[in-house]
């Protein structure tokens, strides 16, 4: 890995065009460069299976998201059935319901090795998918919350909910860290703590962290300048809108508006990249699951 990059790539969701998209404006070079993904490859998107052919395709490391842990608690109460144990299983519902049955066995063997967290220490950054308990040593986190952490109460007690306080604005580090799960239009930033999920299955964008060799996440006034995205092709799933704040942080994303930080590099994609123009937001009866 001497002298390459860190590539931390945000929620996916089944958006294998992007994801290509994304890979290419980067230019990964495996065995050179390191591709962490922070979980949520799958579901809700297009290409789910394509998604996970890419990540074995480009040797990426994947840290576990609650769309994936979600499938596995399904998959390990199957097998403990088919064992003739009584397990009790999750209800998957009906679009996890045929991600499980589409997934092959390397899917799984993928899936089920993924770790909750991953540390990039050249670059003094950890990766996991939801976040972290403000002032909680990283020993003593739970999995289950790292994985659906969205905000902080007043008294700092965790939240799988979009409240008052990001996580990531009480979080001192170190070390920084970079998660996915939340989606909004643009990029979280904190000083110790960068969102990445940029909600390209809602129709916003798809997008990377990427640091050079030993470099460490920038300031906050200088963070754009390491993250790189690319915008969905369209929406693929409207469940991003009018969920009373439970998958968004901040403002309903609405495709191709917005102020923020991001909104200078969103023009210049847009400039590059034929956008086929979203479909109109609608409220979906299906809209109301979390991340
Ligand atoms: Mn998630």
């Known amino acids: 890995m001497s002298g390459g990059r860190a590539i931390i790539v945000g929620d996916v969701h089944g958006c294998s065009v992007e994801l290509r998209a994304l890979l290419d404006r980067v230019g990964y070079v495996r065995g050179t460069d390191t591709l962490v993904f922070v979980g949520d490859l799958i579901a809700r998107g297009p290409d789910s299976l394509g998604v996970l052919d890419i990540v074995r395709e480009t040797g990426g490391i994947v ?26 299983a999750p209800d998957l519902g009906r679009l996890h319901n045929e991600i499980a049955h589409a997934l092959r066995d390397e899917d799984w063997a993928l899936l089920d090795s993924t770790p909750v967290t991953w540390l990039l220490e050249s670059n003094k950054t950890l990766v996991v998918h939801a976040g972290l308990v403000p002032g909680v040593p990283l020993e003593q986190q739970d999995p289950a919350m790292m994985m659906r952490i969205r905000s902080v109460s007043d008294r700092g007690e965790a939240r799988d909910h979009g409240g008052a306080t990001p996580w990531g604005a009480r979080y001192v580090g170190p070390p920084h860290v970079v998660f996915g799960h939340a989606a909004s239009l643009d990029a979280q930033t904190h000083p110790f703590a960068t969102g990445i999920d940029t909600g390209c299955v809602y129709g916003g964008y798809l997008t990377a962290m990427v640091l050079h060799e030993r470099e460490e996440p920038p300031p906050i006034a200088e963070r754009m300048r390491v993250l790189v995205s690319v915008p969905a092709r369209r929406r693929y799933f409207d469940g991003g809108v009018g969920v009373g704040g439970r998958a968004m942080i901040g403002e309903p994303l609405r495709f191709g508006h917005g102020p923020g930080p991001h909104a200078a590099r969103r023009r210049s994609i847009r400039e590059r990249e034929v956008v086929v123009a979203a479909s109109p937001a609608r409220r979906s009866a299906s809209g109301r699951g979390r991340g």
Do not use: T
Request: proline share 0%.
């Open 63 to 88: 840290v576990r998201g609650n769309h994936e842990d979600r499938l596995l608690a399904w998959r390990r109460a199957m097998l403990a059935r088919a064992r003739g144990e009584f397990a009790l």
